[in-house]
């Protein structure tokens, strides 16, 4: 009997997520709270319910430069330490409460300094809130710092500072890092001694590209950079010819399967930011049906109302995906995190496999 989970199916299977952005997740209600405490007088309005549908609404522009702009609020109201710590509590919590048992949670230190805080105060305040919600939900957070790829060359901190900042925290918890912002015109060459010295150190990170843009960031990540991951991804469609019915792969296209490169993949995001055009026409269906090592994420859950679960459940309502679908993308997120080796192994075969295993057999709904 071929079945397919509901949301609430969902929500009850041990999920993992690789791509979800710290200030991109902020309750509402705790943004509304911490403008109060901290005297940030410029959020469009102090009603969480109408401030979450204000995120919402101006995510929806088609432009990733335009979606950028709502962080100024998120951004704006994380400048201490107990801002911080707060909101990695909440945000361990919100994903333990939709299921997820091991989450990678990034963000750009350096957009923390403003009210004097040192990068080593941010990370270390992010840290704390994540220790506590693994203490009070059970869940795994490994965290990836960022470094913003608009800013200009020569500015302090540099992409290289953040850099040494996850090598400096790696065995305190920071798993990796990233670079992150707007990406055409800024291509991730730029940083390019920040990745050298990451390779040098044996450290792990992953890049957005192909999402603002196309194949050129995608092969600069992976072919200059050395990226373990590709945030997104999602251009890598563009180096796929399917005309005649026979999917055709080009080079680049060829290599990132071949390599088993990660695409953490952002279903309602892309749509926001215009780099899809629809659920069903996400390239996400594709690129499963072909292999790839594609993972399912938020991105940003405030900025696109989700959770992981309705990520999936989107999925499961376009493209008919069943128990076993879900599980392939689990474990492929598993497979690519950044956590050590027999944290991974353990994961797989502790919790995901024998959880889905279970609901497999027991909790899922018949397909009507
Ligand atoms: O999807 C994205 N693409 C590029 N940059 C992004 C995306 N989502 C969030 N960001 C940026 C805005 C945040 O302030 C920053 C760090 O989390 O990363
Ligand atoms: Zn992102």
Known sequence: ???????????????????????????????????????????PTTDADGLRAWFEDSSNSGSLERYLETFGHTVGVMQSAEALTRVAYECGEDLAKDGIVYAEVRYAPEQHLRAGLTLEQVVEAVLDGFARARRDFGIRVGTLVTAMRHLSRG???????????????????????DIAGAEAGYPPTRHLDAFEYLQRENAHFTIHAGEGFGLPSIWQAIQWCGADRLGHGVRI???????????????????????????????????????????????IGLLRRLSFRVTVNTDNRLMSGTSLSQEFAKLTDAFGYGWDDLQWF????????????????????????PGFAQLKWSGGSPLA
Do not use: W
């Open 237 to 283: 469609i563009d180096d796929i010819d399917v005309t005649g019915g026979e999917a055709r792969l080009g080079r680049l296209a060829d290599y990132v399967r071949d390599k088993r490169i990660p695409l953490e993949m952002c279903p309602t995001s892309n749509i926001q930011t215009g780099a899809a055009k629809s659920i069903a026409e996400h390239p």
């Open 1 to 43: 009997m071929n079945v397919r989970p509901t949301l609430d199916d969902v929500r009850r299977a041990p999920k993992v997520l690789l791509h979800d952005h710290l200030d991109g997740g902020v309750r509402p209600a705790t943004v509304v709270d911490l403008a109060r405490e901290s005297g940030y007088g410029d959020l």
């Open 330 to 353: 689990t474990v492929n997120a598993m497979k690519s995190a950044f956590a050590p080796f027999n944290e991974r192994l353990e994961l797989i075969n502790g919790v995901i496999k």
């Open 155 to 177: 500015q302090s901190p540099s992409s290289m500072e953040i850099a040494e900042l996850a090598v400096r925290y790696r065995d305190a918890g920071v798993v990796g890092f």
